[in-house]
Structures are given as C-alpha cells and as structure tokens.
C-alpha cells in the first residue's frame, strides 16, 4: 500500500484526501479557492491540527500563486492596502473554521507576520505575494521533519523510563486516542508516529487505539494506518479503556493536543481526558506529543480553552460500508449514512474536544525536547521545549 497522507500537491493542483469516506474509498478532493478549504475544514474532510494548518496555508499560497499568473492581475493585487485587506480577511475567515486547534491560528497569525514584514520593508504587493507563498509552503514542508524528531524525543524517553523501572524497554504496548498519524498531519504524525518509532526500532510489541467516537477517527483512520504500516494493533470502544488498563499490560498512552495551554493543561480529541484518568488510576505514563506550534504561551490554563461544539446531528449518524460488502460496477464499495439514536432528541452533548489537566500528563513532547513536572507539582514549565 502506497503511503498515506491528507494533502498532495502536483501540477499547479492542492488536493486532500476526503477523510468522511475513508478507510473503504480513498478519494481526493481538489481544493480549487478558498471557500473549498474552509468548508474542507469546518467538516472535517480533512482534520488533524497539524494537516488543517497546512491545508490553511497551501490554501493561502495556491490563491496568490493564482493571482500572480493571472492577466489581468485582481484589482486587489494592485497595491499594499488592497492586498493586505484581502488577505487579512482570507486568514480572518480561515481562522474560525476550526477555533479549537491552535495550529491553525498559529499558522494564520505566522503570514500574518510575514505579511506586515514585507509591507514595513517597502516590497511592493507583488513582492510581498511572493513572500506570502514562500512562507505558507515553508509551514506545511516542516511538518514532516518536526514529526520525525519529536517521534523519537517521546519514543527513546519511554524505552529509558520502563528500563529505569527494571524493564527491557522492548515489547512495549502502547495505546492512542483518536488519529494522530499521516493523515492528521503532512506525514508521519505525532503520537502515532511515535508508536510508529517504536515500531521501526524494535521496541513495540502492540499498539492499542480507541475507536474515538462519534467521528471514529480511531476506528476508520488509525485502523486504516496501521494496517498500512503492518503494526500489530488492537482496537478498543472508547468504554473498554479501564478494562483494558486492569487486563493487559499498557506501557503507556501517547495522544496528540490540539492545544496546549502554558501550564500544560491539553486540549484534544473528547476522551482523551477519560483515558489519562484512568491511566493515573493505574499508574501509566501518560504522554502528550505535539509541535511547538501548538504550545499557547497566551492562555494560561485549560479554563482558556475554546472548546468547539460539534453539531448534535454528528453524535446521532454513523457511516461505513455496507456489511455484507456490495460493491458497484467500477469495483467501489457502497457506503451509507445510518442514524442509530431515535429522531428528535431533546438534548445532545457533542464537543469534539476536551481538556486533560496537566496535573494528569507525564511527559509533553516537542520537536525541541520532552519536558516533565517537577517533583510535587501539577504543572509543567514548557520554556525548555517551545
């Protein structure tokens, strides 16, 4: 199987892989203007903080890139003001598709920068468009090489933490929450690719994940990876955590962060915060991995967090391939939308995020190093590794 991944760009063309329809039908879905990747990521058929942030900017960059080859030139393109209101209103829109992930914010605030930069400087809009494309493709290719080193921070600070307890540091199984692998990111991932690490070092005996309901990104996405990977894995409902912490030896759990506020207090997929409970009640090391880009030296603890609330309809719908399998005449297999609660519901709680306290989390992982708390406290100084 080839490698996965959320984005490709080729001949002039961005596209992403539809994640709605994975794991039974792998379709790309080009990404033609701005408004295609904004309704690409508010429904989430491209997710992942670090992908939607690179999504964001290759968005930002093909537009420009556009522009600058188009004959005539947009009127906006003609001076320093129109440009910078035109795109300080793309980044504006962009930033509220998904508020949560600070990744994505983090990359619209960085063109932001460049874009004033280049101003201040006496480019005229030509020059500074050219900036702008530079720095938006500069975002997603750092991506990959990031994910790599903090793969091996995480995976290497595991191995030596179970041998300083008196184990080999081998055979090592390790669980996951929701899908933080090539498709949440440009490639190779976050906690799972330190799993992946582990893995390709010898070190992993199994990988565990959570379906990671309602969207089932563990199920339909982190499944689908680990096959491609050929890493043995096991999958779990998000409800079977605690039985699986009181039956089988776990090492630890490795989860991605769609924001990590400065004391360490971490935003992600909703169970995250269920499963470092009970890791806590069991004693297993609970290990946040995630860029510097999603560190948020601004918000002080969790309580500062937006907390994107899903549409309730999402928490009542599941979708899948039809069993037994039916396929069509081009050899695709069907797939179809079902509803599994009762219609009407007077109330549905559906937030695709919340907030483990630092208080919880054993290890935070960046590209830059791996950072714990000291001895007697419940918060973490992230300054050595942001």
């Not at 874009?115 to 530079?134: C, F, H, M, Y």
């Not at 306290?357 to 290890?363: D, E, G, Q």
Request: proline share 5%; hydrophobic share 40%; glycine share 8%.
């Amino acid at each position: 199987m080839p490698a996965l991944t959320s984005i490709r760009t080729s001949a002039g063309k961005l596209e992403i892989v539809n994640q709605l329809l994975l794991p039974h039908t792998v379709e790309f879905i080009e990404i033609k203007d701005i408004q295609d990747a904004f309704d690409a990521l508010k429904s989430m058929k491209i997710r992942g903080a670090p992908a939607i942030a690179s999504l964001a900017a290759l968005a930002v960059s093909d537009h420009l890139s556009r522009a600058l080859e188009s004959d005539p030139a947009p009127e906006w393109l003609g001076s320093v003001d129109g440009l910078k209101q035109h795109v300080d209103a793309i980044l504006a829109h962009l930033f509220t598709a998904r508020p949560t992930a600070v990744n994505l914010g983090a990359a619209t605030r960085r063109l932001s920068k460049t874009l004033q930069a280049a101003a201040e400087a006496g480019q005229d809009p030509r020059g500074i468009a050219q900036a702008l494309v530079a720095e938006a493709k500069a975002i997603d290719a750092e991506d990959v090489g990031r994910n790599k080193q903090m793969a091996k921070w995480g995976g290497e600070w595991l191995v030596e933490r179970v041998r300083a307890q008196g184990g080999s540091g081998a055979g090592l199984n390790v669980m996951t929450v929701c899908n933080t692998g090539s498709l949440a990111t440009s490639g190779y991932g976050t906690a799972l690719g330190l799993i992946t690490y582990l893995h390709e070092t010898g070190k992993l005996q199994r990988a565990y994940y959570t379906q990671s309901t309602p969207y089932h990104q563990g199920s339909r996405l982190t499944a689908f990876e680990l096959q491609s990977l050929n890493i043995p894995s096991t999958m779990l409902c998000d409800s079977m955590v605690g039985s699986l912490f009181q039956h089988h030896n776990i090492h630890a759990i490795a989860v991605g962060a769609d924001r990590i506020a400065r004391n360490g207090d971490t935003a992600n997929k909703i169970g995250t915060y269920n499963a470092a409970v009970l890791a806590a009640r069991h004693n297993i090391p609970f290990i946040v991995v995630a860029p510097v880009s999603t560190v948020d030296l601004e918000v002080a603890d969790g309580s500062g967090i937006p907390i994107e609330q899903r549409p309730p309809i999402e928490a009542c719908l599941v979708r899948g391939a039809l069993y037994p399998t039916v396929v069509d005449e081009n050899g695709t297999k069907q797939q179809a939308t079902v509803m599994v609660t009762p219609e009407n519901l007077d109330g549905i709680y559906n937030p695709s995020f919340d907030v483990t306290p630092a208080s919880l989390i054993t290890a935070i992982v960046t590209e830059k190093g791996v950072a714990v708390k000291k001895e007697g406290e419940d918060s973490f100084d992230l300054t050595p590794i942001v």
